[in-house]
């Protein structure tokens, strides 16, 4: 299996508003060798072990329980919550989550490739992060800032973001 690989925006993303706005933006993308619709992306996403150690962590201290069933519901688009998230956007390839304190946003998206009738789909995760306006005392300028923590964690949320979608691609694969 291929490895997952930073890309720019997509044109169609439901993430370029977002940063059109002025929040930070990534995207991830991975191809796998079979036709995959968004919501079988949707529920292997959030049901991978690795998503499930932040649910429990979620769940743990956030007191924001989810379960695969949701996953399933979010996916299928009988449920717009999920955890600390809520839909902001769907379409039939998209998913943009957005969580409670409107700070960060997910996106998902898998767009079956057309050069090979559908056989082949690329799976896209991205995510976004809106600034804090600076009210420090010190350094209060009223605009928009990122924190040392957003700039800390920012290499290892890249890691996990691959990880994340290479979890989500080899269990499509595995369920094939």
Same mark, same amino acid.
């Given at each position: 299996?291929?490895?997952?690989?930073?890309?720019?925006?997509?044109?169609?993303?439901?993430?370029?508003?977002?940063?059109?706005?002025?929040?930070?933006?990534?995207?991830?993308?991975?191809?796998?060798?079979? !036709?995959?619709?968004?919501?079988?992306?949707?529920?292997?996403?959030? =049901?991978?072990?690795?998503?499930?150690?932040? /649910?429990?962590?979620?769940?743990?201290?956030?007191?924001?329980?989810?379960?695969?069933?949701?996953?399933?519901?979010? !996916?299928?688009?009988?449920?717009?919550?999920?955890?600390?998230?809520?839909?902001?956007?769907? #379409?039939?390839?998209?998913?943009?989550?957005?969580?409670? =304190?409107? /700070?960060?946003?997910?996106?998902?998206?898998?767009?079956?490739?057309?050069?090979?009738?559908?056989?082949?789909? #690329?799976?896209?995760?991205? #995510?976004?992060?809106? +600034? /804090?306006?600076? +009210?420090?005392?010190?350094?209060?300028?009223?605009?928009?800032?990122?924190?040392?923590?957003?700039?800390?964690?920012?290499?290892?949320?890249?890691?996990?973001? /691959?990880?994340?979608?290479?979890? +989500? !691609? #080899?269990?499509?694969?595995?369920?094939?």
């Amino acid at each position: 299996m291929s490895m997952a690989v930073p890309v720019k925006l997509p044109e169609s993303s439901l993430l370029l508003e977002l940063r059109r706005g002025g929040s930070f933006t990534d995207c991830y993308t991975i191809q796998v060798p079979i !036709a995959v619709m968004q919501a079988q992306f949707v529920e292997a996403f959030y =049901t991978t072990p690795l998503f499930k150690a932040e /649910r429990l962590v979620l769940k743990l201290f956030a007191a924001s329980p989810s379960s695969d069933q949701d996953a399933r519901d979010l !996916a299928q688009g009988t449920k717009d919550t999920f955890a600390v998230w809520r839909v902001a956007e769907r #379409s039939t390839e998209q998913l943009l989550l957005t969580d409670r =304190t409107g /700070r960060t946003s997910s996106w998902l998206m898998a767009l079956p490739d057309s050069a090979t009738a559908g056989k082949t789909t #690329s799976l896209f995760f991205g #995510s976004a992060v809106t +600034a /804090r306006t600076n +009210a420090n005392a010190a350094a209060n300028t009223g605009k928009p800032a990122f924190g040392f923590a957003f700039h800390a964690l920012l290499g290892l949320h890249g890691v996990y973001s /691959r990880r994340l979608l290479e979890a +989500a !691609a #080899s269990r499509l694969l595995a369920s094939r």
